[in-house]
């Protein structure tokens, strides 16, 4: 084994876990050797997560386990994610992420959101048990173009189908694209509920938002030409 998949090794079973030391020792350790922060935190962190969610999933963890091991990956990534490279805040676009209403499982939506940040977003982060109303609210307050919604609760899934709802409601559908995500999420679900997106992981969730907001954005530019070309044949006229 050479020594960077030694040290992803470390950072995945520090987080397993629950060692915040050894999860920060690691971190540390992953820059020492070469090991890009990105990389670090989707080989390491964020891999030992997905061992710990198996580990809750089968009854072998439960509540205490699963905080333990959160507070560990938020030591590492405090390490990793200063170093890595960031766009101007906004620049690429704005995202409202938040757990739906009725859950409380945030773990998941902060890797999201970590990885969201890192790659140059500005993200909203509304929290846990966020209300329908304060999705629509805050995606028109903060002119956004995507928002991320996860849950990990089956009941709570229906909280999605309402925001989508909404949307739709107030004629925002196609203008605020959606993403969602979380241990009872699927894609047969996503086409079910009418969002637009489904990531099955943070890496994923990345390149998703990145396809809506671009999406978002030449909509946008083509409902101006069209404006545009509107008024000039008014004028003809």
Same mark, same amino acid.
């Given at each position: 084994?050479?020594?960077?998949?030694?040290? !992803?090794?470390?950072?995945?079973?520090?987080?397993?876990?629950?060692?915040?030391?050894?999860?920060?020792?690691?971190?540390?350790?992953?820059?020492?050797?070469?090991?890009?922060?990105?990389? /670090? +935190?989707? &080989?390491?962190?964020?891999?030992?997560?997905?061992?710990?969610?198996?580990?809750?999933?089968s009854k072998e963890y439960f509540l205490?386990?699963?905080?333990?091991?959160?507070?560990?990956?938020?030591?590492?990534?405090?390490?990793?994610?200063?170093?890595?490279?960031?766009?101007?805040?906004?620049?690429?676009?704005?995202?409202? #992420?938040?757990?739906?209403?009725g859950d409380i499982h945030d773990i998941?939506?902060?890797?999201?959101?970590?990885? !969201?940040? /890192? %790659?140059?977003?500005?993200? =909203?982060?509304?929290?846990?048990?966020?209300?329908?109303? &304060?999705?629509?609210?805050? /995606?028109?307050?903060?002119?956004?173009?995507? +928002? /991320?919604?996860?849950?990990?609760?089956?009941?709570?899934?229906?909280? =999605?189908?309402?925001? &989508? &709802?909404?949307?739709?409601?107030?004629?925002?559908?196609?203008?605020?694209?959606?993403?969602?995500?979380?241990? %009872?999420?699927?894609? %047969?679900?996503?086409?079910?509920?009418?969002?637009?997106?489904?990531?099955?992981?943070?890496?994923?969730?990345?390149?998703?938002?990145? #396809?809506?907001?671009?999406?978002?954005?030449?909509?946008?530019?083509?409902?101006?030409?069209?404006?545009?070309?509107?008024?000039?044949?008014?004028?003809?006229?």
């Amino acid at each position: 084994m050479s020594a960077k998949e030694e040290v !992803l090794r470390k950072l995945v079973q520090a987080v397993v876990d629950g060692n915040l030391e050894l999860s920060e020792q690691a971190a540390r350790e992953a820059v020492s050797v070469g090991i890009e922060p990105y990389k /670090a +935190i989707i &080989e390491g962190l964020s891999k030992g997560m997905e061992v710990v969610g198996e580990k809750y999933d089968s009854k072998e963890y439960f509540l205490p386990e699963l905080l333990m091991s959160g507070d560990a990956m938020y030591a590492g990534l405090n390490v990793l994610l200063p170093l890595i490279p960031k766009r101007e805040s906004g620049e690429k676009g704005t995202v409202i #992420l938040g757990v739906v209403e009725g859950d409380i499982h945030d773990i998941g939506k902060n890797i999201v959101k970590a990885m !969201l940040t /890192a %790659s140059g977003y500005k993200v =909203i982060d509304l929290g846990k048990d966020v209300p329908v109303d &304060e999705f629509i609210r805050r /995606a028109k307050e903060e002119r956004a173009q995507v +928002i /991320a919604m996860s849950t990990l609760m089956t009941p709570t899934l229906l909280s =999605i189908q309402t925001v &989508e &709802e909404k949307l739709k409601a107030e004629g925002l559908k196609g203008k605020v694209r959606t993403i969602i995500g979380g241990g %009872s999420v699927s894609d %047969s679900w996503r086409e079910r509920s009418g969002s637009d997106a489904y990531g099955k992981d943070a890496m994923e969730a990345v390149s998703k938002v990145k #396809l809506l907001i671009e999406s978002v954005k030449a909509a946008a530019l083509e409902l101006k030409a069209s404006e545009e070309q509107r008024k000039k044949e008014e004028k003809r006229t």
